[in-house]
T-cell receptor
Framework: DGGITQSPKYLFRKEGQNVTLSCEQN?????MYWYRQDPGQGLRLIYY???????QKGDIAEGYSVSREKKESFPLTVTSAQKNPTAFYLC?????????????FGPGTRLTVL | AQSVTQPDIHITVSEGASLELRCNYS??????LFWYVQSPGQGLQLLLK??????LVQGIKGFEAEFKRSQSSFNLRKPSVHWSDAAEYFC????????FGTGTRLTIIP
């Protein structure tokens, strides 16, 4: 069954702690993306990767970091530098980073900072 | 720069009634346009997309959308809604990295 998995579904973190969100895909897609979703603001792009060992900042990269060591995996670390990390985080992938390629989304991780 | 506006934050429709969700975009050339649907606490699913050609696009779940260049719009329609259509709907524009609208939440009443 092909798709994108994100874990965990819910995540709680204390202020000042880094936390890593997992994203795995078995669609053999080259491109992967991380979005942040806040109520009333739609989705905003954090980071994206077009190929293994390469990634670019999106619109709101400050306080986040990523790695792309394997084609299937694109973990997102929310660092203590992120001022307001409580949000719903969505991972997506597409066959390439081309404009016409459909992005497929995972089920999301809801992060709450206590 | 590209941008997209969804003017309606929340729409309520009776089951069986028709639906139209509005989407207006800004982009200098021919845009790439998408409609996604999101059920509560879930990821997004693509309903349909427009790149070129026929301006009336058919999608999944009985949805369609029409690209109107003169009005910079890409409104989503469905002739008869079902209770299962209750969700949040997002319009997005390319061809630069996807820019999403703020979404329209659809409520269905019996």
């Amino acid at each position: 069954d092909g798709g994108i998995t994100q874990s965990p579904k819910y995540l709680f973190r204390k202020e000042g702690q880094n936390v890593t969100l997992s994203c795995e895909q078995n669609l053999n897609h080259d491109a992967m993306y991380w979005y942040r979703q806040d109520p009333g603001q739609g989705l905003r792009l954090i980071y994206y990767s077009q190929i293994v060992n390469d990634f670019q900042k999106g619109d709101i990269a400050e306080g986040y970091s990523v790695s792309r060591e394997k084609k299937e995996s694109f973990p997102l670390t929310v660092t203590s530098a992120q001022k307001n990390p409580t949000a719903f985080y969505l991972c997506a992938s597409s066959s390439s980073a081309g404009s016409t390629d459909t992005q497929y989304f995972g089920p999301g991780t809801r992060l709450t900072v206590l | 720069a590209q941008s997209v506006t969804q003017p309606d934050i929340h729409i309520t429709v009776s089951e069986g009634a028709s639906l139209e969700l509005r989407c207006n975009y800004s982009y200098g050339a021919t845009p790439y346009l998408f409609w996604y649907v999101q059920s509560p606490g879930q990821g997004l699913q693509l309903l349909l997309k427009y790149f070129s050609g026929d301006t009336l696009v058919q999608g999944i779940k009985g949805f369609e959308a029409e690209f109107k260049r003169s009005q910079s719009s890409f409104n989503l329609r469905k002739p008869s809604v079902h209770w299962s259509d209750a969700a949040e709907y997002f319009c997005a524009v390319g061809p630069e990295k996807l820019t999403f609208g703020t979404g329209t939440r659809l409520t269905i009443i019996p």
